[in-house]
């Protein structure tokens, strides 16, 4: 794909700062219907507040009459387990529960893409790092917006009509053995059927791969022939 984050991300960013409150970070995730917040310090990101970060505050409030007898306040027996034996995230998880303001909230090591980077990197990074967002900075670390897997998914509305201009764009610039072949392709819902005849088994991946590289191509249907078959080995002779 050729798409970049700045064709799918998201510009227009609510941010808060590190002396925002936890009751201004909730209310603001519900009133703009956002999963995360960026912190930013002097335009550059610093941390990331997400849904997630909050909810440890939940986790660690008493249940149904718990902690109304008895001296006062007691940690859920559950979650002080997951703290005490160190299960993953246990730790920061009780830090932010008892967190008030973003300083303590965010994680600071926050995953960003550049804004330059495609569609793929983008996807990638989510996939690695396990994460549903991520801050789109420039090269000095400047917060310009923020792309989310639903962002990601962009690219594959577009129309068939425009599919296929760029795969026909996309096959004009092929090598100059596709001249000799008979290549015809149709487009149904994102995905391309490509059939005919070329010269070679070897070409068929190399027109493939330009058609998958399209924006917006789900799924390529190949049907392609070829009048030589280059891939298979010649066979060896039996020397007793």
Same mark, same amino acid.
Request: glycine letters at 8%; charged letters at 25%; one cysteine or more.
């Given at each position: 794909?050729?798409? *970049? ?19 201004? #970070?909730? %209310?603001? #995730?519900?009133?703009? %219907?956002?999963? &995360? ?27 149904? $009459?718990? /902690? ?15 703290? &005490?034996?160190?299960? &993953? ?5 009780? +830090?932010? =529960? ?17 804004? $330059? ?16 967002? @991520? ?27 425009? !599919? ?5 764009? &996309?096959?004009?610039? =092929? ?6 072949? +008979? !290549?015809?392709? *149709? ?8 059939? /005919? ?9 190399? @027109?493939?791969?330009? !058609?998958?590289?399209? $924006? ?13 078959? $280059?891939?298979?080995?010649?066979? *060896?002779?039996?020397?007793?």
């Amino acid at each position: 794909m050729t798409a *970049t984050v700045r064709d799918v991300m998201t510009t227009d960013v609510v941010t808060i700062s590190r002396d925002t409150t936890f009751k201004e #970070i909730a %209310n603001c #995730i519900i009133a703009k %219907n956002v999963a &995360a917040l960026p912190v930013v310090d002097g335009g550059r990101v610093v941390g990331l507040v997400t849904e997630t970060d909050l909810v440890h505050k939940a986790e660690f409030q008493p249940e149904g $009459d718990q /902690g109304q007898f008895g001296g006062g306040y007691r940690e859920p027996l559950r979650a002080w387990l997951r703290h &005490a034996l160190g299960a &993953a995230g246990g730790g920061s998880s009780r +830090d932010k =529960a008892l967190a008030e303001k973003a300083d303590r909230l965010m994680s600071p090591n926050v995953v960003t893409v550049r804004h $330059d980077a495609t569609v793929v990197t983008a996807a990638r990074l989510m996939d690695r790092h396990d994460v549903k967002q @991520l801050p789109v900075v420039d090269e000095h670390q400047h917060l310009l917006g923020i792309v989310t897997r639903r962002d990601l998914l962009r690219v594959f509305v577009r129309s068939d009509e425009d !599919i296929a201009r760029d795969v026909g764009a &996309a096959l004009s610039r =092929a090598p100059g053995w596709l001249e000799a072949g +008979d !290549i015809h392709f *149709t487009v149904a819902d994102g995905m391309v059927t490509v059939e /005919g005849r070329v010269e070679q088994h070897s070409h068929c991946s190399v @027109l493939l791969q330009l !058609i998958h590289a399209v $924006d917006g191509v789900v799924g390529v249907h190949d049907k392609l022939t070829w009048k030589i078959d $280059d891939l298979v080995r010649p066979r *060896t002779p039996y020397l007793p």
